[in-house]
């Protein structure tokens, strides 16, 4: 099975700035992830797919970016709205796993 | 509008049967993957499995298999997630989800919260 590791678990950070959060694939996955955004109490919301296509709605702050093992989701400028956790797929014809989930904090 | 709407809170004892359900609304319920997701209580998403609702094929995640049974009744455009016998470590929020043709997951249900004990 693939596995899927994000790095960091949990992120503190400003208003304003801009943030990195990195998905790494335990074998290549070409480019089928996808990204969702998860607030308290929420259901999760797909923010990217294909890597690097933004969902139709989600603000161009947001951006993903990668190929193969390694991808990384970007918020070019970190908005009050913006703090919740955030889980890469991998998805395929038969299945999908979720990293593990990164947790961005106000500073 | 899009939509999946899942069936209300549950709260069950150990050793018991249950059965959550999944209604898709605003589009072609037959021609679509439906998946589920669990989310314990504090912890992250683990996939568990899809149904396509046009055929009924049935694909499971290895660490959900023979543990659960995903179905689906496409007359009323409806999927469905259910357990012979709860255990408390089923305790969990359950979601539904709409696998587009590119397997990405693009629509999620509300979300069914499973309480099991005694």
């Known amino acids: 099975d693939i596995q899927m590791t994000q790095s960091p678990s949990t992120l503190s950070a400003s208003v304003g700035d801009r943030v990195t959060i990195t998905c790494r694939a335990s074998?290549?996955?070409?480019?089928?992830l996808a990204w969702y955004q998860q607030k308290p109490g929420k259901a999760p919301n797909l923010l990217i797919y294909k890597a690097s296509t933004l969902e139709s709605g989600v603000p161009s702050r947001f951006s993903g970016s990668g190929f193969g093992t390694e991808f990384t989701l970007t918020i070019s400028s970190l908005q009050p709205d913006d703090f919740a956790t955030y889980y890469c797929?991998?998805?395929?014809?038969?299945?999908?796993?979720f990293g593990q989930g990164t947790k961005v904090e106000i500073k | 509008e899009v939509q999946l709407v899942q069936s209300g809170a549950e709260m069950k004892k150990p050793g018991e049967s249950l059965k959550i359900s999944c209604k898709g609304s605003g589009y072609s319920f037959i021609t679509y993957w439906i998946g589920w997701v669990r989310q314990m209580p504090g912890k992250g998403l683990e996939w568990m499995g899809m149904i396509y609702a046009g055929d009924s094929d049935t694909r499971y995640s290895p660490s959900f298999q023979g543990q659960v049974t995903i179905s689906a009744d496409k007359s009323i455009s409806t999927a469905y997630l259910q357990w012979s016998s709860l255990k408390a470590s089923d305790t969990a929020m359950y979601y539904c989800?709409?696998?587009?043709?590119?397997?990405?997951?693009?629509?999620w249900g509300r979300g069914t919260l499973v309480t099991v004990s005694s």
């Open positions: 989800v709409r696998r587009t043709g590119y397997w990405y997951s693009d629509i």
């Open positions: 074998q290549t996955i070409s480019s089928w």
């Open positions: 797929q991998h998805y395929n014809s038969y299945s999908a796993t």
